[in-house]
């Protein structure tokens, strides 16, 4: 159960509180709403699946990088680490904390310059505290997850036990055509990777399987009973918000929890209370993030494919003390320098590139001498064949419509391959200073 709460834990950030927004500018349909939330979290769930049997395989510390690592080469994994740091996982951190100002700004006026701020406030304290300890950020992490939890299932409860008048105020004001909308394919999936990006993290768990009690049995089980969970959690949700508001409300709200608690409560005080429950869920998703990715450097720099400054341990918190502050700038910069949307796309397009090659590697893995899962995905050749095809159309359907973005993500991924071969040659010719 312990292993499930984690991985509920690290999906249910914050992203959940504003994405329905974006997926609803996109899908100006309730019923395509919701099927776009179900369609994300079935995608997670065979995602998570995958993940499931290579851990199973490979508890080791460093989860992705080291599945990438074996199934491909080293060069593959080290591109995930390469990416992991310049654009995905800093961007997760980095696209959080904004959700975080956001609804900051419900209690203080803030300009654009000043959610940065705020921002960048709340990952500097958080990596402090993850710099000092694993103990603290990780006691903070759980009691922050049963804020999540709750805070969700509050809001499903108000909606729909308080909500009444206020949806039949929202259905007044909707045209009936306005409901039923036709949707286009590209409108679709680009609504489809901002939900993908509420889902983030579910691969986070297999960072640390060498630390979980039974590993090969203990992370196939909460990687599906918690992405199902979140699922369930997710549709709710968005259909709570649905049956309080304007379609029109949501598809334009930077804060819909709040705004769908201001129309079911009378004053501002349920919006204000929904706010700090939000940035308290930020606030949690913001540090489990900065708590998991070091990991993965440790693994890399074991390898020696990363900087031996970079693994330094600190002698007195025993953390990666200098990968947390790395962490900690990079993702200021991002969060000075990137909006929002452009956060949360880089993200989703740059991640679902290696999800497709780890479902893809199944094919061949299953093939291979030394392979043996402890849990093997059942009819994998059907719901792998359904996952590479969704991540490729989730690619394709990025590049065509933003392909600046999408260059300029696809070019911070591939620059990493020259680092590598540079990295693994100057690496072998001077050994006593490498990683």
């Known amino acids: 159960m312990r292993a499930t709460a984690i991985v509920v834990g690290i999906i249910i950030g914050a992203s959940i509180f504003v994405q329905p927004s974006a997926v609803t500018g996109q899908v100006h349909n309730a019923t395509g709403v ?15 699946l995958v993940i499931a049997e290579l851990s199973s395989a490979w508890p080791q510390t460093g989860g992705v990088y080291v599945f990438l690592r074996n199934a491909y080469s080293p060069a593959v994994g080290f591109l995930w680490g390469w990416a992991m740091f310049w654009t995905m996982h800093t961007g997760i951190v980095a696209a959080i904390a904004m959700v975080f100002a956001r609804y900051v700004g419900s209690f203080v006026t803030l300009g654009d310059a000043g959610a940065r701020v705020v921002a960048i406030a709340a990952v500097l304290v958080l990596s402090a505290v993850n710099y000092v300890g694993v103990r603290p950020a990780s006691a903070v992490q759980a009691a922050l997850t049963l804020v999540k939890v709750a805070a969700i299932l509050l809001i499903i409860a108000v909606a729909f036990s308080l909500g009444g008048s ?85 598809s334009t709200s930077t804060r819909v929890a709040a705004d769908l608690a201001s129309a079911v409560l009378p004053g501002t005080a349920g919006a204000r209370w929904v706010s700090a429950m939000v940035m308290l869920s930020a606030f949690g998703a913001v540090n489990g993030v900065i708590l998991a990715g070091p990991r993965v450097y440790l693994a890399m720099a074991a390898d020696g494919l990363l900087f031996r400054p970079l693994a330094a341990v600190h002698p007195t918190y025993r953390t990666p003390s200098r990968a947390i502050v790395a962490q900690a700038v990079w993702a200021a910069v991002l969060i000075a320098t990137n909006s929002f949307r452009a956060l949360f796309t880089r993200v989703v397009y740059t991640e679902w590139i290696f999800f497709a090659l780890l479902a893809a590697s199944l094919y061949f893995l299953r093939r291979r001498p030394g392979y043996a899962p402890a849990y093997r995905l059942p009819a994998f050749r059907i719901w792998t064949a359904l996952f590479v095809v969704s991540s490729a159309t989730i690619i394709i359907t990025q590049v065509a419509t933003e392909p600046s973005e999408s260059a300029t993500g696809l070019l911070l991924v591939l620059s990493g391959l020259p680092v590598y071969y540079i990295w693994t040659r100057w690496s072998s010719r001077h050994p006593s200073s490498g990683a």
């Open 34 to 48: 919701l099927a776009v939330w179900l369609s994300s979290g079935l995608l997670t769930v065979i995602g998570a």
């Open 166 to 250: 206020a949806h039949t105020a929202a259905v007044a004001i909707v045209p009936t055509a306005a409901l039923a909308a036709p949707i286009t394919p590209t409108a679709f999936i680009s609504a489809l990777i901002a939900g993908l990006f509420a889902f983030g993290g579910w691969h986070m768990v297999s960072y640390a399987a060498d630390e979980t009690i039974d590993p090969t049995r203990t992370i196939p089980r909460a990687l599906l009973l918690g992405t199902l969970t979140v699922t369930v959690l997710y549709v709710a949700l968005n259909g709570a918000y649905l049956y309080v508001l304007p379609i029109d409300t949501v």
